[in-house]
């Protein structure tokens, strides 16, 4: 239908559809995916990556009957939250499926899809 091609064309990478839980305000939503979040003793721990024009979110899912991110006072609860304008280089693996999000001012993330 026109108003589902609507929505698609709005939220077209929403893979989680997370816009029916939760718009940050003032961002608009360009992506959102599970991924792995690699921590420095190498272990995997699965992630929800959410990008919107203005930040990278990191989110840890919900467990299985939790929704798949938690809202408190109106705002996503995140591990972390990256400024776009604090990103200053993205590090694509040419070997795997690995990326690395470099921030100089604060640490890095590393994440497989």
């Known amino acids: 239908s026109f108003i589902m091609a609507a929505v ?4 077209p990478l929403d893979y989680l559809n997370v816009h ?5 305000p003032n961002e608009n939503i360009e992506l959102s995916t599970k991924i792995f979040k690699i921590n420095k003793r190498e272990r995997h721990q699965e992630r ?5 024009d203005k930040a ?9 009957k939790d929704p798949i991110i938690k809202i408190k006072n109106n705002k996503i609860v995140c591990q972390r939250r990256i400024d ?10 040419s070997s795997s499926k690995q990326f690395t999000i470099n921030i100089p ?5 590393r994440y497989e899809a």
Do not use: H, M, V, W
Not at 84 to 93: E, G, H, P, R, W
Not at 105 to 109: G, I, L, M, N, S
């Open 8 to 11: 698609a064309s709005r939220y």
């Open 20 to 24: 029916k839980i939760y718009q940050p």
């Open 48 to 52: 929800i990556f959410l990008l919107t």
């Open 56 to 64: 990278i979110y990191n989110i840890k899912p919900g467990k299985d």
């Open 84 to 93: 776009l304008c604090k990103l200053y280089s993205i590090t694509i693996s």
């Open 105 to 109: 001012t604060e640490y890095d993330y």
